[in-house]
C-alpha cells in the first residue's frame, strides 16, 4: 500500500484493555465506520500463535477499509501477516536493521522524542515518526511527556510526517494546532468509548481542524 502523510489524519491504535465484552474485530470495525485514516495493532500478552491469527484477520479488515495496517514492535508478525507495515519504539529494534528485514514497500514507523532521534529515524529508513507523549496517558504510565516546542521542532526538522500521540482526546486535540503534525494517534479517546464510530467521527473532525486539512 503507498503510505501518505493523510494516512497519519486519524490514526488508531488498539488495546484489549476495552474490549468489554466485545471482539477486536467488532472494535476495528467500528473505528472503521467512524473514518480513522489508520490502524496499529498493539498486542503486548498474546500468544505468537494468537496474534498471528488475529492479525491475519484485522488486515482483511483494514485492506476492505483501504487504510494501512501497522503491527507494534513485531516484524515476523508484520511480514507472515502481510500487515502493512511495523512502528518501533526508541527501546525495539534499530530502525535501520528493521528497514532491512522488511524490504523497502512496507512501511515504517518509529517514535522519537528529540530532533535527534527523528532525524536518524528518517536517516534509518522512517516512512513517518510518532511523537509524544504529548499529554499524560493511561496507557504508558511511565511515558514522559513531550513539549508543544519539540513537537514543532521535530516536525520542522524533518521531511517524512509526523503523528503526535500520547493522552491526546477531544478535549485537547486542538491544543496541537500549529505544530506540523499530520494527524493524531489515539487509542483510549476511540476504543474506550461506548461509541467507537461516533467518537472516531468526532476526533476525525477536529484532527482536520489541528492539522487544516480541509479534504481527505
Not at 488498539?14 to 480513522?36: F, P, S, Y
Not at 528529540?114 to 511511565?142: H, I
Request: proline fraction near 2%.
Amino acid at each position: 500500500m503507498k503510505f501518505e502523510a493523510n494516512n497519519l489524519l486519524l490514526y488508531a491504535v488498539t488495546d484489549r484493555a476495552w474490549l468489554a465484552g466485545r471482539t477486536l474485530a467488532e472494535q476495528v470495525n467500528e473505528a472503521i465506520k467512524g473514518g480513522i485514516t489508520c490502524l496499529q495493532l498493539r498486542e503486548k500478552r498474546l500468544s505468537r500463535e494468537a496474534f498471528l491469527e488475529e492479525a491475519k484477520e484485522i488486515k482483511k479488515l483494514a485492506e476492505s477499509a483501504g487504510i494501512p495496517l501497522i503491527i507494534n514492535d513485531d516484524v515476523s508478525i508484520c511480514l507472515e501477516s502481510d500487515a502493512d507495515g511495523v512502528h518501533v519504539g526508541q527501546s525495539d529494534m534499530a530502525a535501520q536493521d528493521v528497514r532491512a528485514l522488511l524490504g523497502p514497500d512496507k512501511i515504517l514507523g518509529v517514535s522519537a522524542q528529540t530532533v535527534e532521534q527523528a532525524l536518524a529515524a528518517e536517516q534509518a529508513g522512517a516512512d513517518y515518526l510518532g511523537v509524544g507523549a504529548m499529554f499524560s496517558t493511561s496507557t504508558k504510565l511511565d511515558a514522559k511527556t513531550t513539549s508543544f516546542e519539540t513537537l514543532k521542532a521535530i516536525c520542522e526538522a524533518v521531511t517524512i510526517p509526523v503523528v503526535a500521540i500520547g493522552g491526546i482526546s477531544e478535549a485537547n486535540v486542538l491544543e496541537l494546532t500549529g505544530s506540523g503534525a499530520k494527524g493524531i494517534a489515539v487509542v483510549s479517546a476511540v476504543f474506550a468509548k461506548p461509541d467507537i464510530a461516533e467518537a472516531a467521527r468526532r476526533l476525525k473532525g477536529l484532527a482536520k481542524q489541528m492539522t487544516g486539512v480541509t479534504e481527505e
